[in-house]
C-alpha cells in the first residue's frame, strides 16, 4: 500500500507569503529547518487510496469515491484560504499581542496596590482576561505554526512559550504530534481522560471511575498542572515506552517552566505589592487569575471534545485511512461552540474546534470564515456537526462525565 504523510501540510510555513515581508535571518531558518523535521518525525501515515478496515458508524454510508471527493474539497478550503493569508493575518496577531501584553502590564500594576478592593478587583480581571487571550488565541495557536509563514522568531511554534506551567514543546508532543493525528482513538489518544477519567463506555470501567466528576472538579481550577503531569507521559514510563533519560529530561524541563511561573506569579508581584502593604492581596490575585484561566481553558477544551455528538473511534476505524477518512474522523470527533465574536477569541477560536482539527495549522482568525463552508460539506455528504452554546455544551460534557462514572449496565 502506497502511503503518503498523515499531518497537515507544514510546507508552507517554510514560504512567506507574498504580501508580508519576510523577517530575514539565521534564527528564523534554523525555527523552519526544525518544523521541516518535527513535521517528518510525526507518527502515522495516511493511506493513498482505498478506505479503512471499518468506517465509523456516522460515516458507514459514504462510499470510497465521497471521501475522497470530500477530502478534496476541504483541501480546496484550505488552499484557498493559504492563497489569501498575508498582511491583514500578521496584523492581526500581532494586534492580539499587544492588547495581551497591555492587560497583562494594566493587571499587575493593579494588583501593586490591590489593597483597595477596587484595584484588587481590577487588577485581578485584567489578569486574568490576559492569561485567558495568551493562553488560548496565542500560545495555543503559535505552538500549533500556525503564525510560521511569517518568518517572524518572536512568533514562531519553535521559540515560543508560553504563560502555562507546562513546557512548549512537552505540551507540542502530547496535543500536536499524538492528539490531532489520533483524535478520539482509544487505546492511542490519551487526551481521551487524560489517563484520569473515564470518557468513552469502550474504556473499561473500575470503581475508580466513580470519582469521575470529583476529579472533574478538582481539575479545572489546576488544569494546567494536570496538563503538564500528563504531558510527562508517565503512563508510557511505567509500560517501558518510555526511557528514564527522558523522563528525568521532561521532568527538568518541567521544574525549570515552574520554577519561572512560580517566581513570576507568586514572587515577583506580591514582592513588589509588598511596598504598599498589598503583598497579600497581589498574591491571592494571581492565585485567582490562573484558577480563572485554568477552569476556563478546561470548558473549552472538554467542549471541544466530550460533549453528546462527538464520535470516538476504534483502531480498527483508522487502519488503511485515508486522508479523506481523517478529515471525516476530525468532523465527527470534534464539537463546536456557537456564541459571539469576543467569546470565539477567548476561546482562542478553539469554539471552531470542528475546523481546527480539520486545519490545526491555519490561521485562527480565519476559522469563522471556513466554518460556514465545513457546516455544508457535512451537510451535502450527511454528516454530524455538532455545535451549540457553551451552557449547553458544558451541560452536555458534565452529564457524560456522570454518565460514565457509573459501571455499564449488564446486558
Known amino acids: 500500500m502506497t502511503i503518503v504523510s498523515n499531518t497537515p501540510d507544514l510546507s508552507d510555513a517554510d514560504t512567506p507569503d507574498a504580501n508580508t515581508p519576510a523577517v530575514g535571518g539565521s534564527a528564523v531558518d534554523v525555527a523552519a529547518a526544525k518544523v521541516r523535521t518535527a513535521a517528518k518525525k510525526r507518527p502515522g501515515a495516511l493511506a493513498e487510496s482505498g478506505s479503512p478496515l471499518v468506517r465509523p458508524p456516522a460515516a458507514a454510508h459514504l462510499s470510497d469515491e465521497q471521501v475522497a471527493e470530500l477530502g478534496r474539497e476541504l483541501d480546496a478550503i484550505k488552499d484557498d484560504i493559504l492563497a ?48 485567558i487571550l495568551e493562553n488560548m488565541e496565542l500560545g495555543h495557536n503559535i505552538l500549533h505554526g500556525q503564525w510560521d509563514w511569517m518568518r517572524d522568531p518572536d512568533i514562531h511554534s519553535t521559540t515560543w512559550e508560553w504563560d502555562f506551567v507546562t513546557p512548549a514543546r512537552s505540551w507540542q508532543h502530547t496535543h500536536n504530534d499524538l492528539h490531532h493525528r489520533w483524535t478520539n482513538v482509544i487505546g492511542k489518544d490519551n487526551d481521551v481522560g487524560y489517563n484520569l477519567l473515564r470518557m468513552d463506555p469502550q474504556q473499561k470501567w473500575t470503581p475508580f471511575n466513580l470519582g469521575n466528576p470529583v476529579y472533574n472538579a478538582l481539575l479545572a481550577p489546576v ?21 528514564k533519560e527522558a523522563l528525568v529530561r521532561d521532568l527538568k524541563a518541567l521544574g525549570r517552566k515552574a520554577l519561572k511561573q512560580f517566581t513570576k506569579d507568586y514572587a515577583a508581584t506580591p514582592a513588589v505589592a509588598m511596598l504598599t502593604g498589598s503583598g497579600k ?21 472538554f467542549c471541544g471534545h466530550f460533549p453528546e455528538g462527538t464520535d470516538t473511534f476504534t483502531e480498527e476505524m483508522v487502519e488503511g485511512e485515508t486522508r479523506g477518512d481523517w478529515y471525516v474522523r476530525q468532523m465527527i470527533g470534534s464539537a463546536n ?57 458544558v451541560g452536555s460534557t458534565w452529564a457524560k462525565i456522570f454518565k460514565l462514572a457509573l459501571p455499564p449496565k449488564k446486558a
Open 84 to 131: 489569501k493569508r498575508g498582511s491583514s493575518d500578521a496584523a492581526y496577531i500581532r494586534r492580539m499581542i499587544k492588547i495581551q501584553r497591555g492587560l497583562e502590564i494594566s493587571g499587575r500594576a493593579a494588583l501593586l496596590v490591590s489593597k483597595n478592593k477596587t484595584a484588587w478587583v481590577a487588577g485581578t480581571s485584567l489578569l486574568s482576561l490576559a492569561k
Open 223 to 243: 488544569f494546567e498542572w494536570g496538563i503538564a503531569i500528563y504531558d510527562l507521559e508517565l503512563q508510557d514510563f511505567k509500560e517501558g515506552r518510555k526511557s
Open 337 to 393: 461552540i456557537s456564541g459571539s465574536k469576543f467569546m470565539h477569541l477567548m476561546t482562542g477560536n478553539l469554539s471552531h474546534q470542528i475546523e481546527h482539527h480539520l486545519f490545526p495549522d491555519l490561521p485562527s482568525n480565519r476559522y469563522g470564515e471556513v466554518a460556514p463552508k465545513v457546516q455544508e460539506i457535512c451537510r451535502r455528504y450527511g454528516l454530524p456537526y455538532t455545535t451549540g452554546p457553551l451552557l449547553k455544551q
Open 281 to 301: 492581596q497581589a498574591l491571592y490575585g494571581t492565585l485567582t487569575a490562573n484558577a480563572v484561566r485554568n477552569v476556563w481553558a478546561h470548558a473549552v477544551i
